[in-house]
């Protein structure tokens, strides 16, 4: 079984790594924005999280909350793969998108 949805080689992460008791794939575009997408035993299925990175770190970056893409909350779960192929393809768009849209880049995820 495979731990993500294929993308079909659409999408390559820039690293894959261990997570709590499941993984994670850094995926990053050079608009400065990416995804954290995860899967572990406490996730909704395949998880994304939309990212705006700070700096070259793949540690460096903020949610980014309000897009059009999410709840509000800057995390998409139960991912297959079209939705994640489309989700990382609209990301990767940005900020051509958003314009009209006020995103919110947040540390933290509150309730």
């Given at each position: 079984m495979d731990i993500f949805p294929s993308?079909?080689?659409?999408?390559?992460?820039?690293?894959?790594?261990p997570n709590?008791?499941?993984?994670?794939?850094?995926?990053?575009?050079?608009?400065?924005?990416?995804a954290s997408?995860?899967?572990?035993?406490?996730s909704y299925g395949v998880e994304l999280a939309i990212a705006k990175f700070n700096s070259e770190s793949l540690d460096d970056w903020d949610f980014v909350c309000n897009t059009g893409i999410d709840d509000g909350s800057g995390i998409v779960g139960w991912l297959t793969p079209d939705n994640l192929i489309g989700i990382l393809c609209t990301i990767e768009c940005f900020p051509d998108i958003l314009s009209g849209i006020q995103p919110v880049v947040s540390q933290e995820i509150t309730e």
């Open positions: 993308t079909g080689g659409a999408y390559i992460p820039i690293i894959v790594r709590l008791d499941g993984v994670q794939a850094i995926f990053r575009f050079t608009n400065g924005y990416g997408v995860v899967r572990f035993s406490g």
